[in-house]
T-cell receptor, first 115, second 114 residues
Framework: SQKIEQNSEALNIQEGKTATLTCNYT??????LQWYRQDPGRGPVFLLL?????KEKRKERLKVTFDTTLKQSLFHITASQPADSATYLC??????????????FGQGTTLQVKP | KAGVTQTPRYLIKTRGQQVTLSCSPI?????VSWYQQTPGQGLQFLFE???????NKGNFPGRFSGRQFSNSRSEMNVSTLELGDSALYLC?????????????FGPGTRLTVT
């Protein structure tokens, strides 16, 4: 069956360290992946989109990689801060053409950055 | 620019009733998608509307329906509510349809069915 898997357990790290979150997918061949951040009681906020022909993408302290062979995306936050504590979701369009507005989300990984 | 707004923010209904939720997208956005979020199932796609037409539908029963108006505002309706419909309902808008468009989510409507 088609599914997206993210670390189900919360990730606890110390402030200043690099947080690495994993998103694995099976039976999809997405042309891109999106990453979102969600705080309790709020809707997700878009962070980054990476296309299949982009191995890596950066935005300030955020870095995303996309390995279509491993069917995996890694999301890194460098120099993490307590304000980075949130749930991070990966999402993809399951259609081959990636032209639908339908996104499939992983369950999310909760990151807790301790001061 | 104002963000996506959803009304009401909280709602309590009884089993068997029906409910209508509203979503106002960001000005200029023509696509509105609806999602259901529960602790057990996570975020699940309900449907997407673009230019008043439903473009995509998720795997939800026919009790879940929606529509979009000419000003891009959207409503979703759930009839014959069940306890399992208790969830956070999120709408998201984007400039165009297609997953390469960044989606902007609203704060959600928390629906509790008793």
């Amino acid at each position: 069956s088609q599914k997206i898997e993210q670390n189900s357990e919360a990730l606890n790290i110390q402030e200043g360290k690099t947080a690495t979150l994993t998103c694995n997918y099976t039976n999809y061949s997405p042309a891109y992946l999106q990453w979102y951040r969600q705080d309790p009681g709020r809707g997700p906020v878009f962070l980054l989109l990476i296309r299949e022909n982009e191995k890596e993408k950066r935005k300030e302290r955020l870095k995303v990689t996309f390995d279509t062979t491993l069917k995996q995306s890694l999301f890194h936050i460098t120099a993490s801060q307590p304000a980075d504590s949130a749930t991070y979701l990966c999402a993809l369009d399951p259609s081959m053409e990636s032209n639908t507005g339908k996104l499939i989300f992983g369950q999310g990984t909760t990151l807790q950055v301790k001061p | 620019k104002a963000g996506v707004t959803q009304t009401p923010r909280y709602l309590i209904k009884t089993r068997g009733q029906q409910v209508t939720l509203s979503c106002s997208p960001i000005s200029g956005h023509r696509s509105v998608s609806w999602y259901q979020q529960t602790p057990g199932q996570g975020l699940q796609f309900l449907f997407e509307y673009f230019s008043e037409t439903q473009r995509n539908k998720g795997n939800f029963p026919g009790r879940f329906s929606g529509r979009q108006f000419s000003n891009s505002r959207s409503e979703m309706n759930v009839s014959t509510l069940e306890l399992g419909d208790s969830a956070l309902y999120l709408c998201a808008s984007s400039v165009g349809t297609g997953g390469l468009n960044e989606q902007y989510f609203g704060p959600g409507t928390r629906l509790t069915v008793t």
